[in-house]
């Protein structure tokens, strides 16, 4: 059974930086596309950003600029770094995987 774990979830004050991690179960390469998403309570889960089998990245324009998606082939990991955190960007952040969806990692954004 495929498993996304994600990581790096926590409390960050405005203006900070934070990484999120995504582990995978099964190689990365057997992914054809991977992404973020993102969710707070009451709303529809947004998408954040993706990476493509060409490494092609996609953002959202509210987080483009600010964030960076990328992998590591060889710990097959999906990583999110996000720059300039903004309280808005305070959700709980899902990793994605084709149709296969990680738990969630909850990042607040306060001061």
């Known amino acids: 059974q495929v498993q ?17 991690a995504c582990k995978t179960s099964e190689s990365i390469w057997k992914f054809n596309t991977m992404g973020w998403y993102r969710q707070v309570p009451g709303k529809e889960r947004e998408f ?3 990476l493509d089998g060409s490494d092609t990245a996609n953002y959202s324009d509210s987080v483009k600029s600010r964030f960076t998606i990328f992998k590591d082939t060889r710990k097959n ?11 808005e960007d305070t959700a709980v952040y899902f990793c994605n995987g084709d149709v296969y969806w990680g738990q969630g990692t909850q990042l607040t954004v306060s001061s």
């Open 48 to 50: 954040v950003a993706s």
């Open 77 to 87: 990991t999906l990583y999110l770094h996000m720059n300039l955190l903004e309280p």
């Open 4 to 20: 996304l774990v994600e990581s790096g979830g926590g409390l960050v004050e405005p203006g900070w930086s934070r990484r999120l």
